[in-house]
């Protein structure tokens, strides 16, 4: 079972540049989220989707964007690398059948991700 | 707002020994409850639900949830230098989909 699938492991950007950070998941989960966390510190939820087409903001959104065309993938862009933005993205998804995330969610294995 | 604490750590306990993991949460109303298993280095691994009252055995695992006094609780017996990690307590936010998360215990299991 593949689970959560996040590409690429490892990358260095230069300040300035861009990149996109996929996920995709084959779990049929209609909840994703994508999460940053940095050395030491706990998780801190970037962006969420609830299902293909609808996505919100987290805790710290700003200099992130995400889209949902489909159930299976939910990919994060960075548009300007900032050295603020190094840290370790981690991918999730859970399933629910209503409103409300009472199920536990599913993590990928990261990206590691960092701005020179 | 909703809120989880959990104590930092360093939690050092010996080997064989059981380890003894709490999260204290704000929200009475809260239903769900998860630990998740973070190793250095790797992504956070759900170890433990609880839906109710009292206590739920895994194995080597409980998890025990006291919703009076609002805490949920991971005890971990016969410890083992492999169950040194950081554990994550997690509860949900209700209708906006997401999960509270605790910033995380780090165990420490000494041979």
């Known amino acids: 079972n593949a689970g959560v699938t996040q590409t690429p492991k490892f990358r260095i950007l230069k300040i300035g540049q861009s990149m996109t950070l996929q996920c995709t998941q084959d779990?049929?989960?209609?909840?994703m989220y994508w999460y940053r966390q940095d050395p030491g510190m706990g998780l801190k939820l970037i962006y969420y989707?609830?299902?293909?087409?609808?996505?919100d903001k987290g805790e710290v959104p700003n200099g992130y964007n995400v889209s949902r065309s489909t159930t299976e993938d939910f990919p994060l862009r960075l548009e300007l690398a900032a050295p603020s933005q190094t840290s370790v993205y981690f991918c999730?998804?859970?399933?629910?059948?209503?409103?409300?995330?009472?199920?536990?969610?599913?993590f990928g294995d990261g990206t590691r991700l960092s701005i020179l | 707002q909703k809120e989880v604490e959990q104590n930092s750590g360093p939690l050092s306990v010996p080997e064989g020994a059981i380890a003894s993991l709490n999260c204290t949460y704000s929200?009475?109303?809260?239903?769900?409850f998860f630990w998740y298993r973070q190793y250095s280095g790797k992504s956070p691994e759900l170890i433990m639900s609880?839906?109710s009252n009292g206590d739920k055995e895994d194995g080597r695992f409980t998890a025990q949830l006291n919703k009076a006094s609002q805490y949920v609780s991971l005890l971990i017996r016969d410890s083992q230098p492999s169950d040194s990690a950081t554990y994550l307590c997690?509860?949900?936010?209700?209708?906006?989909?997401?999960?509270?998360w605790g910033a995380g215990t780090k165990l420490i299991i000494k041979p």
């Open positions: 929200d009475r109303g809260s239903q769900s």
């Open positions: 989707s609830v299902g293909a087409g609808i996505t």
């Open positions: 779990m049929n989960h209609n909840y």
């Open positions: 609880i839906y």
């Open positions: 999730a998804s859970s399933y629910s059948m209503g409103g409300g995330s009472n199920q536990p969610q599913h």
């Open positions: 997690a509860l949900p936010m209700d209708s906006n989909y997401q999960l509270i």
